[in-house]
């Protein structure tokens, strides 16, 4: 698994080994997920298979994927991963189970009451919630950005693609996302697509010396 993830340019942040199955917390670069997973379980699958003298297919089905956007939503799942055996009654602590990345001098000891990453609707609304009263609104943030840059408002929404727009449509994502706006929201109301928003990220962290992790999981 480290050779894959490593050859593919990718970054494992956790990982946890169950009975029948397993739970990884990827960061893709150019390789997309879905080739990273092939090339591992065919890889693993002929290993396997050569090892015991046996053919066929090893895996039961296609493995399933969340997209994380979020540090917060990152956090959570991570710990989610590690409280893997615990939650199967396996061990009593997570410490306590050899086949995963946990290490408990970095367990942010979030409480995971209410999150399921695999249920339907919002997945990360249990975490990302925040009461509305104390974010400054995504519409007061424009506003203050069109009076610095003198953009209009309708125009940082619009589809103009201008570059003194962009910059300032970069700025508003840039300081919602920053004081804990969803990137998800923050894309909707600004209209642009969550790719866009990732690109924000990269282009804020080379202009305005912003850290393009508000925009993902680190």
């Known amino acids: 698994m480290d050779r894959c993830v490593r050859a593919?340019?990718?970054v494992l942040h956790a990982y946890?080994?169950?009975?029948?199955h397993f739970h990884l917390a990827i960061e893709v670069a150019e390789v997309p997920l879905s080739a990273i997973m092939q090339r591992l379980l065919t890889g693993y699958c002929k290993y396997f298979n050569a090892k015991y003298d046996r053919t066929g297919h090893l895996f039961e089905a296609r493995h399933n994927a969340n997209i994380c956007l979020e540090d917060r939503?990152?956090?959570?799942?991570?710990?989610y991963i590690h409280m893997n055996p615990v939650r199967a009654d396996l061990v009593a602590?997570?410490?306590d189970?050899?086949?995963?990345s946990?290490?408990?001098r970095s367990d942010p000891g979030v409480d995971l009451e209410g999150f399921d990453p695999w249920a339907s609707g919002d997945l990360q609304s249990?975490?990302?919630r925040k009461e509305a009263e104390t974010l400054r609104t995504l519409a007061d943030i424009a506003g203050e950005i069109s009076s610095r840059t003198g953009v209009s408002v309708a125009r940082i929404r619009s589809r103009d693609r201008r570059t003194p727009v962009i910059d300032a449509r970069m700025l508003v994502a840039a300081e919602a996302v920053r004081i804990g706006h969803p990137s998800v929201r923050v894309a909707e109301w600004l209209r642009v697509t969550p790719c866009t928003m990732s690109r924000y990220g990269k282009e804020s962290y080379a202009k305005?010396?912003?850290?393009?992790?508000?925009?993902?999981?680190?």
Do not use: H, Q
């Not at 946890?16 to 029948?20: G, I, P, V």
């Not at 305005?208 to 680190?218: E, L």
């Open 97 to 100: 189970w050899p086949w995963s």
């Open 16 to 20: 946890c080994l169950m009975t029948n």
């Open 208 to 218: 305005y010396d912003m850290p393009d992790t508000i925009f993902r999981g680190k």
């Open 73 to 79: 939503y990152l956090t959570a799942l991570i710990r």
């Open 8 to 10: 593919c340019g990718a």
């Open 102 to 104: 946990y290490d408990p």
């Open 93 to 95: 602590r997570p410490e």
């Open 126 to 128: 249990v975490v990302l």
